[in-house]
């Protein structure tokens, strides 16, 4: 449970930040949250309207809320600029705003990528934006998840997609560790309260399966969520995965799913949370595996005519 008092949310308009306010609302959390485009009226919630390059509409975000979660974030981009512009100099941003309001707690959402920055300019600037987080002398938290799936998702869709058709196409073979959106919202609220048990302290959070999912796995669990008991899980050479990132850059332009940026990391073999860096499980516990998910993720796609 959130400390009572305002919670400023930047990224609420987003996928993880929609599950946010869902679970914010749940728990009679009030919150004042940054968006670009003018919002529906909705109980409990303060909507801020600006960007992370407007200074003025960050500082009344900021102002008199208890704690700033940052979960605003650029995932896809056409140039590594446009990485720094929203991930590093954008959280310099709103760091520079908690200190003018005051505001002394900071959860920044960053990403597993950022454990290794060489691999993608993605995952550098969230490398960049930890440091930034870390020299703000500020009571921080940095949760870094994995793979996210869920309602409203739109990255994983095409996976849920060609699992119906029976072939998954996969990176190279690996290990990949996942959360549910739920969940990632729930332990973003678990971890707002200050204390000395995350003050300071980085989290690698996930579902609790122990040495994430081999990705033939994960094929068939997205099978089994589609209705679909076998499916042929395809694992890419890491050439022929660069070869169909620069395809669907070409035809899909800035919707791309699997860009460059994207293929250069998903090679990596292992993209498994470390269980040292769990949050404290007095805090919060996962408690939705894989299978249950990605099951109900099918059936929200379909509900709302993202999948057959």
């Known amino acids: 449970m959130v400390a009572s008092g305002t919670l400023a949310i930047t990224g609420a308009t987003g996928f993880v930040g929609q599950a946010v306010l869902d679970d914010a609302a749940r728990q009679g959390v009030g919150v004042r949250a940054l968006t670009r485009k003018p919002q529906a009226e909705r109980e409990g919630i303060t ?24 979960i605003a974030a650029l995932t896809n981009a056409a140039h590594p600029t446009q990485f720094e512009a929203a991930n590093v100099v954008g959280t310099a941003a709103v760091i520079e705003a908690c200190k003018q309001a005051g505001l ?10 950022a454990r290794e920055p060489d691999l993608s ?3 550098a600037s969230k490398a960049r934006a930890e440091d930034l987080v870390r020299e703000s002398g500020l009571d ?13 998702d739109k990255d994983m869709l095409d996976l849920f ?25 729930d332990v973003l609220l678990a ?29 068939r669990l997205l099978g089994i969520a589609v209705g679909r ?24 332009g800035m919707k791309a799913k699997l860009t460059p940026d994207r293929a250069r990391y998903m090679v990596h073999a292992d993209w498994v949370c470390d269980p040292v860096l769990a ?19 099918a059936r929200w796609y379909r509900a709302h005519g993202w999948l057959k």
């Open 161 to 185: 997609r060609a699992a119906r058709l029976r072939v998954v196409p996969l990176p190279p073979k690996g290990r990949t560790s996942l959360i549910h959106v739920a969940d990632l919202a």
């Open 140 to 152: 921080w938290t940095i949760v870094r998840p994995p793979a996210v799936y869920g309602p409203r």
């Open 47 to 70: 909507w801020v309207h600006g960007t992370l390059d407007d200074a003025e509409a960050l500082r009344r975000l900021a102002e008199g809320a208890n704690a700033m979660l940052h």
């Open 121 to 123: 300019d993605y995952g």
């Open 104 to 113: 002394k707690r900071l959860v920044f959402v960053s990403s597993l990528s």
């Open 229 to 252: 008991r076998r499916v042929l899980p395809l694992n890419l050479p890491a050439r022929l995965l660069h070869a169909a990132a620069r395809g669907d850059r070409l035809v899909r």
């Open 191 to 219: 971890l707002v309260p200050t204390g000395k048990d995350v003050s300071g302290k980085l989290f690698e959070v996930d579902d609790g399966q122990p040495q994430g999912y081999l990705h033939r796995e994960m094929a």
């Open 279 to 297: 949050a404290p499980a007095d805090r919060w516990q996962p408690r939705i595996g894989a299978r249950t998910g990605f099951t109900e993720t």
